[in-house]
């Protein structure tokens, strides 16, 4: 084991180099750039030994990242909003194709206009693509759960991608410490991939022909299998990953001080952690008062959720917005907890568009529902400024 | 290289789902007899997707990647790049696209594809149409063609993309016919022993979609080379060199027949003959052919640095 | 072949994968083998490789799956295979 002390980009990408992908496409966009160049790096200097392919698309990219994976090889790659909204059409093409990709994607805000800061927007946008996604919210998780994130999508009850996401600069550009395990114990984890299909002159198959609506539900159905497959595996690999590397980030849910708690914070990414600071200093205050950090969305954590929310007010801070609807997390939430005992579900959209949530903002937001001054109906737009015109 | 030289075995199965006639399906049948077995087909949305039918049955003998419209390069570079990570780098890689695969949707991804060196065939079979969605205009689709998205027939000219291609530089570029089937499986395999980026146009007659009998299928890919509107070539690292009825047509040993005579045997032109002949259209037409032929001399004279 | 276990779009390679091709056909090719004079270009140009090419380069129909195009017909240069239409 040795000590990293690095911008969460320089980690994330040592965690890729360490999982041996064969081959790797990638186009830059801010901020994710950082990951690609740093992998470009290992593969010339003869530190990773993989193929490095720069495409001209983020569309391309993962179009030649499904077709090498479809040959059986591992693949990774990395992008960040504009760019993962570029890929859509492609995400769904390797979930269907069941190909055990991982790619993070660093949060940051569709435009127009241009902005750099994190929103969830263009990782939720890709929620019904059939692609596991995770949210982190420190570098030393998104070194582990790159590490995780192979080994479940690879895993033969899984076989989908996997979409690993963190925020924008308070991760990807936040120098912090990160434990370091040796190579040999990676590898003793993560196992040589073999894949389910590939395409061999020996034995020519044809990937992706007419499927017809006789057979195209079924697809859809195991896809479902393969995500439910995935609520099971992900906290047993985790444990499976504790013995063996000392550390656990949660399962679905990281779970912070909810054991007596009568209101339940629920975020994401560097929210999530913003969140830990604000249950701190209202525990203080004597509020009764926790957090449930969802660190994946697909599949939903909706039996988490329905332990965690019986006769308990879950808060929803989303940083993401569906236009017309609301932040995701609430709803879904929401849907999740119908009929359970004593759930309210109130919802908060912050930060939506990058601007900065604090820990102070977070108390702010959770008081007023204490306070009786918030309804579960309503989702408010915290901190919102006066709108009209340019 | 004589018909009776083309290799016996066969690489499609019998009772694919393309329409009758489908010179989509013939060419690929040459094009896979050219390459053998040790073949991976990636297949951008196109009329091949009829061809390839329904699950779970093929009627491919090669491996085939069904690809989305617009990245049939993207995936060929992804390919190769895992075959090199396998130690197969002496599996073909073909992507065989439409002409909206490659003219128009897959253009970026194709030019990324060649500007990135990778190893492998870009075969464009040109019918000049969205054929599989129901005769729409592509860039590929001639002046003055009906299409169902140009029902009084196209206002613009098509694309040069052989010339674009060669504006990449690549080791070889080659148009064929699927009328000169010879030609074309000799330019397959000619593509196949050339390592890096490779393009090959097929020019291939649609009776459907250009609406004449089925049975001429060939005779029309014939007479576009005969007069002019198709002309076969190849360029062997930039050296360009006409081939066949277009060789001599170039050196002017054979007269180009009037373009009319190929127009007028097909339904998509029928409007410029019929209820009264649109002569300016026709003349237009036939002097579009001829400043391309003299695009194709200074081309034969200078290579890839024309223009 | 190997059958792959994973559960998506595989398909795999067979005669007839859109099913017996030949009952689209209106029209079928007949040869008068006596005045054939085996050039093949039968064979190369039939899209469906309906038409099978003997060891001797003698000529037949696969009529489980030659489609009735006509262009062997069209393309015979000695004009020995007719169509004749289908019952």
């Given at each position: ?18 999982c ?49 994976a479809?040959?059986?090889?591992r693949t990774f ?17 390797a979930?269907?194709?069941r190909l055990p990709i991982v790619m ?27 692609w596991i ?15 995780l994130a192979f080994r479940l999508a690879e895993h033969?009850?899984v076989q989908l991608p996997v979409l ?26 993560l196992?040589?991939f ?32 393969g995500?439910?497959?995935a609520?099971?595996l ?157 | ?307 | ?87």
């Amino acid at each position: 084991m040795t000590l990293m002390f690095d911008v969460g980009n320089k980690v994330a990408a040592k965690a890729v180099q360490m999982c041996k992908p064969e081959v790797i496409a990638a186009y830059p966009i801010t901020p994710q750039t950082v990951i690609v160049e740093e992998l470009a790096r290992f593969v010339e200097n003869g530190e990773l030994d993989a193929e490095y392919l720069c495409v001209e698309s983020e569309h391309s990219v993962m179009a030649a990242t499904c077709a090498a994976a479809s040959m059986g090889v591992r693949t990774f790659t990395a992008t960040s909003s504009q760019g993962l909204a570029f890929m859509h059409e492609m995400l769904h093409w390797a979930g269907l194709s069941r190909l055990p990709i991982v790619m993070i994607n660093v949060n940051r805000t569709l435009g127009p206009g241009w902005s750099l800061w994190p929103d969830e927007t263009d990782s939720m946008a890709q929620r019904d693509t059939g692609w596991i996604q995770f949210f982190v919210s420190s570098a030393q998780e998104a070194f582990d759960t790159v590490i995780l994130a192979f080994r479940l999508a690879e895993h033969h009850e899984v076989q989908l991608p996997v979409l690993i996401s963190y925020s924008a600069f308070t991760i990807s550009h936040t120098m912090m410490p990160v434990e370091i395990p040796e190579q040999d114990d990676v590898d003793a984890f993560l196992p040589p991939f073999k894949p389910y299909w590939r395409l061999d002159w020996r034995n020519p198959v044809t990937f992706g022909n007419v499927l017809s609506d006789e057979y195209h539900m079924e697809k859809r159905y195991t896809m479902h299998l393969g995500m439910e497959a995935a609520k099971r595996l992900i906290p047993d690999l985790g444990r499976e990953y504790e013995q063996r590397f000392g550390r656990y980030h949660g399962g679905l849910i990281e779970e912070y001080r909810t054991d007596d708690a009568d209101y339940v914070l629920l975020a994401m990414a560097s929210v999530g952690s913003e969140a830990k600071v604000a249950v701190d200093n209202l525990r203080e205050q004597g509020h009764r008062v926790g957090l449930a950090r969802l660190r994946v969305v697909r599949p939903y954590p909706d039996e988490d959720l329905r332990r965690i929310g019986r006769k308990r007010k879950l808060i929803a801070l989303d940083r993401n917005i569906s236009v017309g609807s609301g932040g995701w997390m609430y709803h879904e939430t929401r849907s999740a907890v119908m009929g359970v005992e004593g759930c309210d579900v109130y919802g908060y959209l912050c930060g939506v568009g990058g601007r900065d949530v604090t820990y102070e903002d977070i108390e702010q937001m959770a008081l007023k529902v204490f306070t009786g001054d918030a309804r579960p109906d309503v989702v408010e737009w915290w901190d919102l400024k006066q709108t009209g015109g340019n | 290289m004589a018909i009776k030289d083309l290799p016996r075995e066969e690489l499609m199965h019998p009772g694919a789902g393309s329409c009758p006639a489908c010179t989509d399906l013939l060419t690929l049948r040459m094009t896979l007899k050219a390459l053998g077995p040790k073949t991976v087909l990636v297949t951008p949305a196109s009329c091949t997707a009829s061809v390839a039918c329904g699950y779970p049955k093929t009627p491919f003998g090669v491996p085939v990647l069904t690809m989305a419209f617009a990245a049939g390069g993207a995936a060929a570079s992804g390919a190769v790049a895992a075959l090199h990570r396998l130690g197969e780098d002496d599996v073909n890689v073909v992507v065989w696209a439409g002409d909206g695969g490659t003219y128009d949707i897959g253009l970026q991804s194709m030019s990324g594809a060649m500007e990135r060196g990778t190893n492998f065939i870009f075969v464009c079979y040109n019918n000049e149409i969205y054929s599989n969605t129901g005769v729409q205009r592509s860039g590929a689709t001639p002046f003055g063609a009906w299409t169902t998205t140009t029902w009084k027939g196209k206002v613009d000219q098509r694309k040069d993309m052989p010339a674009i291609m060669l504006a990449h530089r690549l080791p070889y570029v080659a148009t064929a016919s699927a009328s000169y089937i010879e030609d074309l499986y000799r330019k397959v395999q000619k593509a196949a022993s050339i390592r890096g980026p490779k393009y090959l146009e097929f020019h291939i007659p649609c009776a459907p979609g250009w609406r004449f009998p089925m049975e001429r299928t060939i005779e029309m890919g014939r007479l576009a080379v005969e007069t002019g509107a198709w002309a076969l070539f190849e360029a062997d690292d930039g050296k360009v060199e006409f081939n066949l009825r277009s060789k001599q047509i170039l050196d002017g040993k054979t007269q180009r027949k009037p373009i009319e005579e190929y127009l007028e045997l097909q339904g998509r032109f029928a409007h410029l003959f019929r209820p009264e002949r649109d002569e300016e259209a026709l003349a237009g037409i036939q002097q579009f052919i001829d400043r391309e032929w003299e695009r194709y001399k200074q081309l034969a004279a200078c290579g890839m640095s024309v223009g | 072949m190997e059958r792959y276990t994973a559960d998506t779009t595989i398909s795999y390679p067979c005669d007839g994968a859109a099913g017996r091709t030949g009952g689209w056909r209106d029209f079928r090719p007949v040869i008068d083998l006596t005045i054939c004079i085996r050039c093949l270009r039968c064979w190369a140009y039939c899209p469906e490789g309906a038409v099978l090419r003997a060891d001797d380069d003698s000529v037949s129909i696969n009529y489980d799956y030659c489609k009735g195009c006509g262009i062997c017909a069209y393309e015979c240069p000695k004009k020995v295979i007719a169509m004749e239409r289908e019952e």
